[in-house]
């Protein structure tokens, strides 16, 4: 999925992604290849698309809780 615009500059461990919503972040992909298991420090960039796992309930709280 797209990244939602409240996440751009914030890295996965500054927005509490899993503890917040239940879904975690394996890849990033911002540019060709995408990136498994991405640093959870780094910052994400705008145009970024995350590929999350989780339950259909988390997924659910992710979409709610971040959509644009």
């Known amino acids: 999925m797209p ?3 409240a996440l751009a500059g914030k890295s996965i461990a500054e ?3 899993r ?3 239940g879904c975690t972040v394996v890849a990033l ?3 060709k290849d995408p990136e498994l298991m991405p640093d959870p420090h780094k910052p994400l960039p705008a145009d ?3 590929i999350l796992i989780g339950t ?3 997924e659910e ?3 709610k ?3 644009d």
Do not use: G, N, S
């Open 3 to 5: 990244l939602p615009p």
């Open 48 to 50: 970024a698309r995350l």
């Open 56 to 58: 259909p309930e988390a």
């Open 29 to 31: 992909h911002a540019d």
């Open 15 to 17: 927005c509490h992604i």
């Open 19 to 21: 503890r917040k919503t």
């Open 61 to 63: 709280r992710f979409l």
């Open 65 to 67: 809780l971040y959509k």
